[in-house]
């Protein structure tokens, strides 16, 4: 059962375009969300977090929207460079009660931005 | 700050080997560390957590005796696979946080596992 989906599994943008990758999950006990970014034969790279009580968080050129009725989030970023080629993986985590900060991901979009 | 040192990157190895891969946190120290397993153009999938000083938490389905994980120290964890066989063959992450609440991991750049 895949509790984080990225139905997306790739995307094209031009250079100086914005870039558009979307997440959807369906366990409401969700209440903290990631994104990452990452390169071939390398570990994921923490981009930017949400938490379930804000609808919105920038960093840069990288926003975060969340829709928690739809259960949903996405992430702009804007303008798309080359350098922004990788696969991005979207997470969420659980809050039971302050546990171990376990992570579901997931399954990745590779986002290609053409120069 | 927040680096993840993991070692070996690459190592193959014949079937019925054991394999030892290291996680380290350089400039932290990580109360809790997770190991992740990755199939190719799939997610990561989380096999254990570990908190330093206790034994690892293992997911549904993921074998304790074939995956041993030690968290021996607050910025050195390890996942041994005993008598690996090519099934084992993988793209293995590991990951490390400061503590509870919401904050994020921090990965190592993984160790791509091939069994021959």
């Known amino acids: 059962d895949q509790q984080v989906k990225q139905n997306s599994p790739s995307l094209s943008v031009q250079e100086g375009r914005i870039s558009i990758l979307n997440c959807d999950y369906t366990?409401?006990?969700?209440?903290?969300f990631l994104w990452y970014k990452k390169y071939p034969a390398e570990g994921p790279t923490f981009l930017i977090s949400?938490?379930?009580?804000?609808d919105k968080n920038e960093d840069g050129r990288f926003t975060v929207f969340l829709n928690k009725s739809a259960k949903h989030l996405s992430l702009h970023i804007v303008p798309s460079q080359p350098g922004d080629s990788a696969v991005y993986f979207c997470?969420?985590?659980?809050?039971?009660?302050?546990?171990?900060?376990?992570?579901?991901f997931g399954t990745g979009t590779l986002l290609a931005v053409q120069p | 700050g927040a680096v993840v040192s993991q070692h070996p990157s690459w190592v193959i190895c014949k079937s019925g080997t054991s394999v030892k891969i290291e996680c380290r946190s350089l400039?932290?120290?990580?109360?809790?560390m997770f190991w992740y397993r990755q199939f190719p153009k799939q997610s990561l999938m989380l096999m254990a957590t570990?908190?330093?000083?206790?034994?690892?938490?293992?997911e549904q389905g993921v074998e304790k005796d074939k995956f041993l994980i030690n968290h021996a120290s607050l910025t050195l964890s390890t996942l041994t696979v005993t008598s690996a066989h090519p099934e084992d063959s993988s793209f293995y992450i590991c990951?490390?946080?400061?503590?509870?609440?919401?904050?994020?991991?921090?990965f190592g750049d993984g160790t791509r596992l091939s069994i021959l």
């Open positions: 990951s490390a946080t400061v503590g509870l609440g919401n904050q994020p991991q921090h």
């Open positions: 366990n409401s006990m969700f209440d903290y």
């Open positions: 949400i938490s379930s009580i804000k």
């Open positions: 997470a969420a985590t659980p809050n039971y009660g302050g546990a171990t900060n376990k992570l579901i």
């Open positions: 400039d932290f120290q990580a109360t809790t």
């Open positions: 570990s908190n330093e000083g206790s034994k690892a938490t293992y």
